[in-house]
């Protein structure tokens, strides 16, 4: 009884990234695919489309809309800065929700995933402890409701560690009694680059699907599992050390083929190899020492708060008409 | 949209204090009501079995199997007398599960009812953070669990306020997904009398019942509703200042009484009342104001945590023969 | 090793509860105690200038100035009305500073007083910890620092009962090394009423004193110990359970002489009794039985959260000509 | 008004990287440093003292006592390995007071360096959190104190950027109002690899020394500006992302020279370069992009409160001889 099981809700990769490594095999022209970006000089935002199975596959994600927000300085702590990225971010979300024919009645059922307990995995139940909470009134009052607002419920299930339950069991469970329209499910994120982490959001019409390994038995929480369909909004929070290494070898082959040809005499077969290969090298010797771990930024504590507060702020003003799309800071704490 | 629904969690009266005062109006021996008592230095241990309805109605509570575990010295954080009360508490509830037919295989899912950030209504989900899960195990690995266990999953389904779903129906749906053979539900319980706060466990295998008024068409934790035995288990944290002033009225009646036979002469009218009537004159003068607070103990943090612990370690220790019951505070961090 | 003495900072009587009291024995004219009150929809703003040692000892308070906002309504999570008590606040504080002598250019101490592990008692380390410090760049980088900003430094020392030295000497100790113009002292604080509780802030210039008993070698944080002036800021966050028994009988009997003329026959020598003896009275039946509690609101984690945020986002506004006193909230998080 | 002065107390190197690192240039016997190991299956505990100028410039630290115990085992969340270890600090630490010159009845203060708020580095605040503090029995009631116990004290004196005040200015004030006879001053350290991150605690009598930098007129918690002697007692709780880069590297060619001895092949120039010169270069290409962040394992929350357990617990039975050093665990909740 010694395995550890709780780390569920850090494992997806980032869109955006699994893009750029397949763009280095592709080229920029992936069939199937289609991305579109806008940039201004904090954010940029970027919207892809895969719509074929060859795309999903070329990417190595699966077919679905994607957009991902990259604010990298995000992490000052400039909460003017943050006030912005909400505002974008429910600007983003609410055309998202009629594109994939959500109307402005449609029941939200909000799910945040991950631990309480354990920081960096506390974007998910962090969320859902500050996002406006209205079905209640719906069911109990009716009548009272004020115009602009549609009933939306929230729910951090916890993780399958502290539980003993599947936590898509228990969604699943709450989606057939309360029967919401759709489900959104926050997460925490595992990122290929440190610089992602806590600067990136992504979001996403292909609910969340859990990694291979002990999980491969374990349901996901998708459209064809919970009935309705499943918004997935994730935020990179955690790195591998792997990952640091590997990406930062990366920048340093960058780094000096800018100032010589020279680089295998610097850099050895290291240069010539595909990343992936490096990548494989790197945890070779990472793993068995027990030194792969998933590590965070220190300021984590303060990160997370930020972000989750941008996220329900975001989301209370693109899910309620009532609420100011630009002003959505003041209906938060 | 204003309304406070979010009290959900605190409104059971102990089985106990129903029964005094039930007993004011019918001596001792009410009929369909057994009681019996246990009682060392530290603790008093009372059972109750109401096996009537006739004796439900004189006591107002429900008919069912009672235990009240009355521990006056519990808030003064002697870390000693808390192990001996978990230990205590695992030596009544074991053998209460058997009486009611639930077998020493029989799957368990622990229910942690409140508010995890309103502390003195955060008992439930503390119980829940610390109590040990296993029932992944049987799921996952089955062959690999040591005897001496059983199935066991927790959650911490939040309020009707911040979740916007009734907590039963969120619990019915991880009932049907899940399949346990029992619910455990614990809950914060509101009390007549300031001393029994933080200083009271009671278990009851009736269930969980929302309270009357806003709430009246709410279903309640019971096995009519998820088709389990129900298992309740609370703990007084709080108080209404109503009730501190009334009961404090009834002592400073009783305590003259014991040095003047003219009580009538010190407390005219108020003597000579039915402790009901006062209380309601009591509540008319509060009410109107916004006085009638529901208040807490000043040292209500350390109080829940200890006691959450304590409750932890009883249940680990009750629920696993593996675990043993002379020692229970070694499982519980 | 077994006496409490932990409860240092929950023990200051508001000067207006204790002027409400001795105005009952004085009528309303009490030389040397000068009284201005101005009242809007939602506050209530009284100043009081006790200028003699006569007076003080009419009030049972030093002489001094001593400011109350009392806003009924504060419990209700209001955001808006949080804003504009802050903004209060800091139009009451700014002049309150220049006219006991302490010019812009002062420089502040703010000591959070109180233990951050007690929630009702957590006042003064939540403020510390949202108030904004910059004497730090006055010392390190001098030409770098913006006008309109003063030097102001903040420390929690904790309390007696877990840092094993008194407060007072650790405030004095850091007086003497950092040096400021003036120290502000921030500190939960018993009521008489429970209406109080959490909806009232006293400023005063008569510095912190030590209750008598346990404590009463105890030395103070006030001018003539520490050197420099010392503004205190208090709320009452918590309330004896005997205080709220007698300010309802008290209520019950204002109650009833509005409807009849024989309150003598309802509440019999209560009735007659002075406000004190009956406070003793309920003592002496209260405090043997160990239920004279310190007792606090159930909601008391929001409450010292918004009024935490209310203080601190109001400091900052009043220390620095910078931050816009009409719109405060904006600099604090 | 915009840099960080906040990573006070996240600086400092362990003296046993440091000598590993000088050991690489001078071969095992360093003159001046005396060394001594002694392990079991599951700690290694390493003396060193340096004796001379010369030692400490060899390595790169101050002349002193120190102790470092390595527990690789530590994260696992093993309860009895914590006991074990927190036992196993008791018996360094006892005689490590009395080889300096400090006897039984020596009054310690305890100081928790650090910020609350940012869970890496809480390690100080939570200890102090934890301790047994006893100075105000001594001084409120001395002939009540039980023999066994010796006068503690602990402040936890915040960090400069949340208190505006030099850290070791407050210490200096506290020691001058309290006049302790010893510090003992608590931190968490950077680590030069991640796999000492919480799993190594270093003993040092020499105080503690802010690092160069912005810092560089900043005074440290030493003898020499306190008066009295200071222990530090230092966790490693985070690392830089370039040292988990460049101690992978490290690794990597250490990993394949015992499988070929064509390394130059795979590494290039990097095969061949001096550790130093590489860390350089990896610092070179993360710091302009802001990617060279401190980071801290994912599971950050419980590993610090397991580590400021076993210090507290250690201390508690270091400290006074009533406390059993073999059951160390029963005097710490």
Same mark, same amino acid.
């Given at each position: 009884?010694?395995?550890?099981?709780?780390?569920?809700?850090?494992?997806?990769?980032?869109?955006?990234?699994?893009?750029?490594?397949?763009?280095?095999?592709?080229?920029?022209?992936?069939?199937?695919? #289609?991305?579109?970006?806008?940039?201004?000089?904090?954010?940029?935002?970027?919207?892809? #489309?895969?719509?074929?199975?060859?795309?999903?596959?070329?990417?190595?994600?699966?077919?679905?809309?994607?957009?991902?927000?990259?604010v990298p300085r995000l992490r000052e702590q400039d909460?003017?800065l943050q006030?912005?990225?909400?505002?974008?971010?429910?600007?983003?979300?609410?055309?998202?929700?009629? *594109?994939?024919?959500?109307?402005?009645?449609? %029941?939200?059922?909000?799910?945040?995933?991950?631990?309480?307990?354990?920081?960096?995995?506390?974007?998910?139940?962090?969320? =859902?402890?500050?996002?406006?909470?209205?079905?209640?009134?719906?069911?109990?009052?009716?009548?009272?409701?004020?115009?602009?607002?549609?009933?939306?419920?929230?729910?951090?299930?916890?993780?399958?560690?502290?539980?003993?339950?599947?936590?898509?069991?228990? =969604?699943?469970?709450?989606?057939?009694?309360? *029967?919401?329209?759709?489900?959104?499910?926050?997460?925490?994120?595992?990122?290929?680059?440190l610089e992602r982490v806590n600067t990136t959001?992504?979001?996403?019409?292909?609910?969340?699907?859990?990694?291979?390994? =002990?999980?491969?038995? *374990?349901?996901?929480?998708?459209?064809?599992?919970?009935?309705?369909?499943?918004?997935?909004?994730?935020?990179?929070t955690?790195?591998?050390?792997?990952?640091?290494?590997?990406?930062?070898?990366?920048?340093?082959?960058?780094?000096?083929?800018?100032?010589?040809?020279?680089?295998?005499?610097?850099?050895?077969?290291?240069?010539?190899?595909?990343?992936?290969?490096?990548?494989?090298?790197? %945890?070779?010797?990472?793993?068995?020492?027990?030194?792969?771990?998933?590590?965070?930024p220190k300021d984590i504590?303060q990160f997370i708060?930020d972000i989750?507060?941008?996220?329900?702020?975001?989301?209370?003003?693109?899910?309620?008409?009532?609420?100011?799309?630009?002003? =959505?800071?003041?209906?938060? #704490?």
């Open positions: 009884m010694g395995i550890d099981l709780s780390m569920y809700s850090v494992r997806t990769d980032l869109a955006l990234e699994a893009k750029e490594m397949a763009s280095g095999r592709y080229g920029d022209a992936i069939p199937g695919v #289609h991305t579109e970006a806008l940039e201004d000089d904090d954010m940029k935002v970027t919207k892809m #489309h895969i719509s074929t199975a060859e795309g999903g596959q070329a990417v190595g994600k699966l077919p679905g809309h994607y957009i991902t927000i990259e909460s003017d006030d912005r990225v909400a505002t974008r971010f429910a600007q983003e979300f609410a055309p998202f929700l009629q *594109r994939i024919g959500l109307g402005k009645e449609a %029941k939200a059922l909000i799910i945040g995933l991950g631990n309480n307990n354990v920081t960096p995995d506390a974007l998910g139940p962090l969320v =859902v402890e500050n996002v406006m909470v209205t079905r209640h009134y719906f069911e109990l009052m009716p009548d009272q409701v004020s115009p602009g607002y549609r009933p939306v419920s929230a729910v951090a299930p916890g993780v399958l560690g502290t539980t003993g339950i599947e936590t898509s069991e228990i =969604v699943q469970g709450i989606v057939e009694k309360s *029967r919401p329209d759709f489900v959104i499910a926050i997460d925490a994120l595992a990122s290929r680059a959001i992504q979001i996403a019409d292909t609910g969340i699907h859990p990694g291979s390994g =002990v999980g491969n038995k *374990r349901k996901g929480l998708t459209q064809e599992f919970l009935g309705v369909p499943v918004i997935a909004i994730g935020v990179p955690v790195v591998y050390a792997s990952t640091i290494v590997n990406s930062t070898m990366d920048m340093m082959l960058g780094h000096f083929k800018n100032q010589t040809s020279k680089t295998d005499q610097i850099f050895g077969m290291l240069d010539s190899m595909e990343e992936n290969e490096r990548l494989q090298l790197v %945890k070779e010797v990472l793993d068995p020492v027990g030194h792969n771990l998933l590590v965070t504590d708060e989750a507060n941008i996220i329900a702020s975001g989301l209370n003003a693109a899910l309620h008409d009532a609420i100011d799309q630009d002003n =959505v800071a003041a209906y938060t #704490h």
